[in-house]
């Protein structure tokens, strides 16, 4: 589809999007009605731009200043029409943004170190940031809320592309049925076991932080010996947050269960509604008894499909172990293009595995049982249905009526936006500092200003 520009707020900015400290270098960089824009704003976002590893680049800033500028200028109407949004989205989004942050830098304190501030500090300095993009990126949704296209639009919106039509690669439905083995208490309890034995042995005095090095299965904790930071309530499974604000500094709790395994945990610190922990994690593993037993099932469903006595729609309704596809009669989902929910997946970016399955199998067809290695390493069994297969072809209104549609909408949602923009710069003051005279991103933003 032809390449279209859609406005987006998502400058995320995980380590300097603090407001700016005040200090005899700062200046107003833009006004877009009653809000200002400083150049210290602009300067930490352009640090973050470096942080990540890009070259310099001064264009980089009058893209920032532009995204800035578009922001403010929604903020602008939003106040007018009185959008607002809950604080509670508001801290669910910073807290996001923390964990990322978190993630990063390496921890929380390495973050802190960086920052020269502690993460409550941070978190209520970007607090208003994230609010006003928030609102900002609400009040773009109210714009565009009501825009929908008619088949004569995409109609249309196809005509237009003229030499333009793209050419799409093979796409295929795939359904899958996936089935993970079961551990019997007694294959579980082995593992319970020896976590058991840890935590006995930290009682007995030995270091948490050495055995939590030697011996846990948590890649993103145990080489700093099981610590994981400060995190809130919502940073962890269920489980492990209720036993970790549960328990005092310096306490440690018994073996318990999570979806990722046994874990014992203790308490370092607490800050107010953020706790300090370490932990050891075991993850049990799969058993060449429970592989068997998880073929024997794997067969049974397959000869029930083959056999007409359940559809695979409602085989994998009953049996599959993947949330995403179950409950869609066991159709995989495009990743790329999530929003629309669509089915057809270009073959390139079906998974290696699955397309050596695929790749010989007759449309309408469904695979025997097959073992494969998950995202997560761990071996899982796959019965896979061949839906429909389209091959290369140039696009057309009958066959890509959907992916055309998708264009024609994002197509009319910019035009609509972009009209918004034209029309609020024109009867909105708006001034940018000379500095920004040579960016050619600025250039629609450089017109008279309208007094008030």
């Known amino acids: 589809m032809k390449k279209v520009f859609l406005v987006t707020f998502a400058l995320t900015c995980l380590f300097f999007n603090s407001f700016a400290q005040k200090n005899n270098i700062d200046k107003v960089a833009a006004v877009v009605g009653n809000n200002i824009i400083l150049l210290s704003d602009l300067n930490q976002q352009y640090t973050q731009y470096l942080y990540q590893g890009n070259k310099p680049d001064p264009n980089v800033k009058c893209y920032v200043l532009q995204q800035l500028l578009t922001q403010k200028l929604l903020k602008q109407q939003a106040d007018i029409d009185s959008i607002m949004v809950d604080d509670s989205q508001v801290d669910d989004e910073v807290n996001k943004r923390m ?12 973050l802190e170190q960086f920052l020269n501030k502690s993460l409550l500090q941070y978190k209520d300095e970007i607090r208003p940031s994230v609010k006003d993009e928030l609102i ?49 208490k007694a294959e579980k309890e082995r593992f319970h076991d020896k976590i058991e034995a840890l935590r006995l042995r930290i009682k007995g ?13 948590d890649p993103g904790s145990a080489a700093d010996g099981g610590d994981l930071g400060f995190f809130d309530r919502s940073t962890m499974a269920k489980e492990f947050t209720a036993w970790a604000f549960k328990l005092k500094a310096g ?21 107010g509604e ?8 075991i993850s049990p593993k799969t ?7 998880l073929k024997l099932h794997a067969d049974s469903i397959y000869n029930n499909i083959i056999s007409k006595k359940l559809s695979f729609a409602t085989a994998a309704n ?52 097959s073992l494969m290695t998950a995202a997560d390493g761990k071996e ?21 009526f959907p992916k055309i549609r998708d264009a024609a909408q994002s197509d009319k949602v910019n035009r609509t936006l972009s009209e918004w923009f034209e029309k609020r710069r024109e009867s909105t003051y708006i001034k940018i500092d000379d500095e920004f005279n040579t960016c050619d991103q600025l250039k629609i933003w450089f017109k008279k200003p309208v007094s008030k």
Do not use: W
Request: aromatic share 8%; charged share 25%.
């Open 99 to 110: 964990r990322y942050s978190m993630q990063r830098a390496g921890g929380q304190e390495r």
């Open 136 to 184: 900002s990126n609400k009040m773009q949704g109210k714009i565009t809320e009501n825009i929908n296209v008619t088949p004569l639009d995409v109609e249309k919106y196809f005509k237009s592309l003229k030499d333009s039509v793209p050419e799409f690669n093979t796409e295929v439905e795939v359904g899958e049925i996936v089935l993970k083995p079961n551990l019997s």
């Open 205 to 217: 005095g030995e270091d948490f932080a050495v055995l939590a090095k030697t011996y846990s299965e």
């Open 251 to 271: 306490e440690m709790s018994p073996v318990f269960e999570t979806e990722f395994g046994y874990h014992i945990l203790q308490v370092i610190e607490r800050r």
């Open 274 to 281: 953020q706790v300090h922990a370490r932990h050891i994690l």
């Open 287 to 293: 058993t060449p008894e429970s592989i068997a037993r």
């Open 318 to 369: 009953l049996y599959s172990d993947n949330k995403e596809s179950k409950y869609n009669g066991g159709m995989m989902l495009n990743a790329e293009n999530v929003q629309a929910r669509t089915t057809f997946i270009p073959i390139d970016k079906i998974e290696p595995a699955v397309f050596l399955v695929i790749d010989t199998m007759k449309v309408g067809a469904i695979s025997k049982p």
């Open 380 to 400: 899982e069994y796959k019965i896979l249905y061949l839906k429909s297969k389209i091959p290369p072809h140039k696009a057309n209104l009958a066959q890509d």
